[in-house]
């Protein structure tokens, strides 16, 4: 009893962290796992080893779109590997017997599942193999049908699993045997084992399989999609690694246990049979030996925590998630509270503040390191660049460019419902009614998706609700027609300025390209038109560019720009500070920040790509 | 054949479950029904249709709601068969269809369909000509996303049209992803392959009845590895493409994507002599592009465009078709003939292939370039050879019409569209009747009526085979891993003689 309820404690704390800490819904968002209720997806799988147990996993996967229902996943898994454990390592569910060797693939894997990129299907193929090696011990005691049994469900589970797992059930099934079994089986199982281990995969890659030789023995990474930045590690490796471990260690265990019974009972020596036969029952050791097994557990809890959460992991993951569910405050809130620099957290900064209209005014509170990278993601092609290309040209208008990141971005994650919506969307906006068809018909076959469907759906056949849309209308008065696309950020901005110029979005995203590429006179050239935006008072990141245009331009008729005394008194407090370390920007560096570190003069001076190289170039 | 006799559907595990038959006995034919006056809505689209008489059934959805639909299908000698049923995924029992149609060459074949709701409602005929002669049984193509730039997963796959049967030839899987593209084969022989690997375990893989090569096709004096290739009809030879590729992207809806050539050029590859040979006649300073051999293997017909001088020029050209008489054997080259300007069409000429009669050309055309895949605009036109004359063919629609594939018969050809959706890109199959009019195409059948709403891959370079490629995928797998055999460049050729582009790209790169 007292057992069960330190399981259940256990279990209640690890769901409490998942569903607040860890949020299912993140790795849902990071991962976007695949699936849908078609058999032409289902096909997808079924020709290669570990196909159908990648299928199934993101079936369960689904279940994450909901924290909590993705937290309880998570947690029953955790549970069936704990008893399946346990029953390996003592042969019964019941006892405290092999009860703390229950808890370490449950602690690998709650380490593991800080890692927002790693596919459920991972743990599920763990889990098949477990589900195989406690299935053979539990009919240990018919050895006709183990010896049966064995090799099938070993080809069975090499099928449905992919090889890792296979050899961590053929090794921890022979170790087993070998150390458990009293009879034949001890020798013939382990055999069989060896056997399998190499024929079966064999025959696999070559006869049925079109698979990599890489991955003909451990395949512990599936072919991952370019876009998911999954990398195993070492406790990767070690969930695999810690069932036949466990084998063995609490074979030995009661190898030795019951070596030492017999000694005891040619012997008279009390601390053997003290040894042996255990503490007498509710004893006031047993209970001290409960309680440090417990606090060593919820320790390694702690711990493994402490070591595997990553705050600035989950911001990037955060950011983007709360971007795509346009909640924009939170993202500022994500990207301020986060003290170092993300490229990925940049985006969704940026897209943030445009969206809150307040791009120019907050724009250097987020340390702008990527200069103008920032509002061109694709300058430097990526396979992770993909989705925020996409995102960030859909929201300024340049459908065709959305359009065309959302395909890059589905090639490399297929099946994204994320990306299938974007591609709606744009299809919807460039009037494509039945390729939007086609793709919302593909929606529907997945979950989570019914609303989105449902709304959409029927523009694809009464074409003049799209006309009826804000947000599609507005997209089509922003949309550039019948352009080349260069490779420019300041050229793109400006064509789709040219186009409408009620896309205030494409007007603020060119003025500042311009100043994150230290161009003034470009910027100059739109002075008018953010004039005309602005017609109170101009922001201070655009009034500070003026000063700078003036002041290096020669011309010293700053007077012809109606600037605000605070643009003017920043303006000469900067330099008047950066004056006082005689014009050494290393040791005036932290004084600035303090008072101007979300300036664009701070950004020219310190955090401009551009002005970096040159330093850079300087000191080589 | 069975007359009067209801079908009683034998569901296979996989199609919908909510499939139910009503009927498990003969029926009789329904008397009393209201009369509709247009045909049902089915999808894929196949009526009015020309298809031969050993295509696989034509199973399609009903697009009408009902809750019980009856389908027959008979011709003007046959009394056919008919299925009643409560769903709406019509799957033809392929016995009964063949039975049908391959007893009814040259005749109509006729598809009545019967909806109910409150009571029955009779739709008007679907009518289809099943013509005598038979399509290539096998038919190759690459599945691909639908993308630009990166890529993920893909694979070159053979199907068998007179069923349902799909194999793959090579996926790339075991091949860490890399592109596989450009098969091509010899006259419909799936004995004789062309097959380009990039990224991973680069080369050409040259599929021959007795072997198979692989080889590295990069040499000092060509631009490029092989590309787009045409095989000789002789089986000694392949002409192949050379050429420094980009891509641009555009705003114009429905033509997102340029594909353009900074420079290219055409090479002759010696199987036997394992031999890269060229001349100044194809290896010229414009950009030629996309060959494809005369069946007498005398002509070699391409496209050309001149070399880029700008920007514009280099991103929106237009090729024309051309030929050059060739000797290949000993490599004598005659003078080109350019057969049609882009100057008179205003347009892009692109994929053009030989008919296996040597009458006509077919080609796409469309906007620019000559990647017409993508481009809404691109239709297939025929050259009459003889008449020199081209005209748009018949089997357009308003969306992508590009690749054709010739069936050795000359009566069918297979093609790209688009135009299902405007979004995949799916292979349909075309009559091309003696006097070289092209009949309304049907796309390629799927036992999943609704296949092609739920697949979210492009068929890309269909190919008509007369049989099975027989090299499994385990071959070709532990295969392309080896070491190609690089080929040589004919020592014979002058190349300071050529003024092509190859050689001052060759030229620039040593400098560089």
């Known amino acids: 009893m007292r057992l069960l309820s330190f399981l259940l404690a256990f279990l209640i704390i690890i769901l409490k962290y998942v569903f607040t800490k860890i949020q299912p819904e993140l790795i849902f968002h990071a991962q976007q796992p695949p699936f849908l209720r078609t058999f032409v997806f289902f096909s997808n799988f079924v020709d290669y080893p570990g196909g159908l147990a990648e299928y199934t996993g993101n079936l369960f996967a689904q279940s994450f779109y909901s924290s909590f229902f993705g937290s309880l996943v998570i947690v029953s898994v955790c549970l069936i590997l704990m008893l399946c454990t346990k029953y390996i390592a003592s042969g019964s569910l019941s006892g405290s017997k092999g009860f703390l060797w229950m808890f370490i693939p449950a602690i690998i894997l709650f380490y593991l599942i800080h890692d927002y990129y790693l596919p459920f299907y991972v743990i599920f193929k763990l889990l098949l193999a477990v589900v195989f090696i406690t299935s053979i011990i539990i009919l240990k005691g018919r050895q006709t049908l183990v010896l049966i049994l064995f090799p099938l469900a070993g080809i069975l589970l090499y099928y449905l699993a992919g090889s890792a797992s296979f050899m961590t059930g053929l090794l921890s099934v022979a170790l087993y045997f070998a150390f458990q079994s009293e009879n034949r089986n001890r020798f013939v199982i382990p055999v069989i084992a060896v056997l399998c281990a190499i024929v079966i995969p064999f025959i696999a890659y070559t006869y049925c399989f079109n698979i990599q030789r890489d991955n003909l023995w451990f395949s512990f990474m599936p072919p991952f999609p370019l876009a998911i930045k999954y990398t195993a590690d070492k406790m990767h490796y070690f969930l695999f690694y810690s069932i036949p471990l466990i084998v063995l260690v609490s074979s030995i265990h009661d190898r030795a246990f019951r070596y030492l019974k017999r000694a005891a009972g040619k012997t008279n020596r009390k601390v053997l049979k003290t040894i042996v036969e255990g503490p007498a029952k509710n004893t006031v050791f047993q209970t001290i030996m409960a309680l440090v097994g417990g606090t060593t557990i919820i320790l390694c809890v702690y711990i493994v925590s402490a070591g595997a959460y990553n705050q600035h992991k989950k911001n990037i993951v955060l950011a983007d998630y709360y971007a795509e569910n346009k909640d924009w405050k939170k993202v500022i809130d994500v990207a301020l509270s986060d003290p170092r620099y993300d490229k990925y957290i940049n985006f969704a900064y940026n897209r943030a503040i445009a969206n809150l209209g307040r791009f120019s005014e907050n724009y250097f509170n987020y340390p702008q390191l990527s200069g103008s990278d920032g509002l061109y993601p694709d300058k430097v092609i990526a396979a992770q660049i993909a989705q925020p290309a996409c995102d960030l040209y859909y929201e300024v208008g340049y459908i065709s460019e959305a359009m065309h990141w959302a395909y890059e971005a589905q090639t490399i994650r297929p099946y994204s419902s994320r990306i299938m919506k974007r591609l709606v969307m744009a299809n919807l906006i460039e009037g494509r009614y039945q390729a939007a068809a086609t793709l919302l018909f593909i929606l529907k076959s997945g979950f989570h998706h019914e609303t989105f469907v449902n709304k959409y759906l029927p523009y694809t056949i009464d074409t003049s609700l799209a006309s009826k849309d804000p947000e599609i209308m507005e997209k089509r008065l922003f949309m550039p027609v019948n352009e080349v696309t260069l490779n420019d950020a300041s050229y793109r901005y400006d064509l789709l300025y040219r186009v409408s110029k009620e896309n205030r979005l494409a007007l603020e995203y060119l003025a500042m390209t311009y100043l994150l590429d230290h161009k003034l006179a470009g910027f100059m050239e739109i002075y008018p038109d953010l004039k005309k935006v602005y017609k109170d008072k101009l922001p201070l990141t655009y009034e500070l560019a003026v000063i700078l245009y003036v002041l290096k331009s020669g011309k010293h008729d700053l007077h012809k720009y109606d600037l605000s005394e605070e643009s003017r008194r920043i303006f000469l407090d900067f330099n008047k500070t950066l004056g006082k370390f005689n014009k050494d920007k290393k040791a005036a560096r932290y004084t600035l920040q303090r008072s101007f570190g979300n300036t664009y003069l701070f950004y020219l001076t310190y955090l401009s790509p551009l002005a970096m190289k040159t330093e850079n170039t300087h000191e080589k | ?512």
């Open chain 2, 1 to 512: 054949m069975k007359n009067n006799c209801v079908m009683t559907l034998k569901m296979k595990k996989l199609v919908i479950l909510s499939a139910t038959l009503i009927s498990l006995s003969c029926s009789k034919k329904i008397d009393h029904y209201s009369m509709a006056d247009s045909t049902a809505d089915i999808f894929p689209d196949y009526v009015d249709v020309v298809i031969p008489p050993n295509i696989a059934p034509l199973n399609f959805h009903i697009n009408n709601k009902g809750t019980a639909f009856r389908v027959e299908f008979y011709t003007e000698k046959d009394k056919g068969f008919a299925i009643e049923q409560t769903s709406c995924d019509i799957i033809i029992p392929e016995h009964r269809w063949h039975e049908l149609i391959g007893s009814n060459r040259g005749r109509n074949l006729f598809i009545d369909i019967y909806i109910k709701n409150d009571g029955w409602v009779r739709y008007k005929t679907i009518k289809d000509s099943i013509v005598s002669e038979n399509v290539e049984s096998y038919l190759a193509y690459r599945l691909i996303n639908t993308s630009n730039i990166m890529w993920h997963e893909m694979g070159i796959y053979q199907r068998n049209i007179e069923n349902y049967t799909e194999t793959p030839i090579f996926r790339n899987r075991s091949s860490e992803n890399g592109c596989v593209n450009c098969h091509h084969f010899n006259q419909s022989d799936p004995e004789r392959m062309t097959l380009h690997f990039r990224k991973c375990f680069p080369g050409t893989l040259l599929l021959l009845p007795d072997s198979m090569v692989k080889l590295d096709t990069k040499t000092p004096c060509t631009m490029s590895p092989f590309a787009f290739a045409a095989w000789h009809p002789g089986g000694n030879y392949l002409a192949y493409c050379v050429n420094l590729v980009h891509q641009v992207f555009t705003s114009t809806i429905d033509y997102h994507h340029v594909v353009y050539d900074d420079a290219s050029d055409l090479v002759i590859y010696d199987i036997q002599r394992n031999r890269v040979t060229t001349s100044p006649r194809v290896s010229s300073q414009n950009r030629e592009n996309m060959p494809s051999f005369s069946p007498d293997g005398k002509w070699l017909y391409y496209i050309s465009c001149p070399p880029q001088t700008n920007d514009s020029n280099r991103t929106f050209a237009k090729y024309d078709l051309v030929r050059v008489p060739l000797d290949i054997e000993t490599n004598t080259w005659g003078e080109v003939d350019t057969l049609i300007t882009s100057h008179e069409t205003g347009k892009s000429i692109s994929f053009p292939k030989v008919s296996p009669d040597g009458k006509y050309v077919m080609f796409s055309m469309g906007n620019y370039g000559y990647f017409t895949i993508f481009d809404k605009d691109a239709d297939l036109y025929i050259y009459d050879i003889e008449k020199l004359d081209n005209r748009k063919l018949e089997s357009n629609s308003e969306y992508a019409e590009s690749y054709p594939a010739w069936s050795q018969t000359n009566r069918w050809f297979a093609f790209e569209s688009r135009r299902m959706d405007n979004l995949y890109t799916r292979i349909y199959y075309s009559y091309f009747d003696e006097d070289g009019k092209a009949h309304r195409p049907f796309v390629l059948p799927q036992k999943d009526p609704l296949y092609y709403k739920k697949l979210m891959q492009n068929y890309n370079l269909p190919e008509l085979l007369k049989g099975k490629v027989k090299v499994d995928e385990m071959t070709l797998r532990n295969f392309i891993p080896k070491d190609p055999i690089q080929v040589q460049f004919d020592s014979t050729i002058d190349i300071d003689a050529l003024s092509g582009a190859t050689y001052i790209h060759q030229t620039e790169n040593s400098k560089k």
